[in-house]
């Protein structure tokens, strides 16, 4: 069994053998699935490589979508030196 020590803050390490058997590196993103009997399942979460995962990826808390007629007017006035 792989035991690992929780800190103060709540935090782990999952020890290098466990993140090559995922298929992760740092930056990378994996989940957890709480299971039955205070089980917890982790997995790598892989990209879909799909251009519509790449939608919203900037978009802020709060923050409403702008249309492109909008986006056009931000650039030209950027190239204006206006903002």
């Known amino acids: 069994m792989n035991a690992v020590t929780i800190t103060p803050k709540g ?3 999952l020890r290098k053998e466990l ?3 995922l298929g992760v590196r740092p930056g990378d993103k994996v989940s957890f699935d709480k299971l039955p009997g205070g089980e917890v399942m982790i997995r790598a979460i892989r990209p879909s490589g799909e ?3 790449f939608f919203g990826l900037l978009k ?3 923050q409403r979508p702008i249309s492109i007629e909008e986006m056009n ?7 204006a030196g206006e903002q």
């Open 11 to 13: 935090q782990i390490t």
């Open 19 to 21: 993140l090559t058997h």
């Open 51 to 53: 251009v519509e995962s």
């Open 60 to 62: 802020r808390e709060g």
């Open 73 to 79: 007017e931000i650039i030209a006035k950027g190239w």
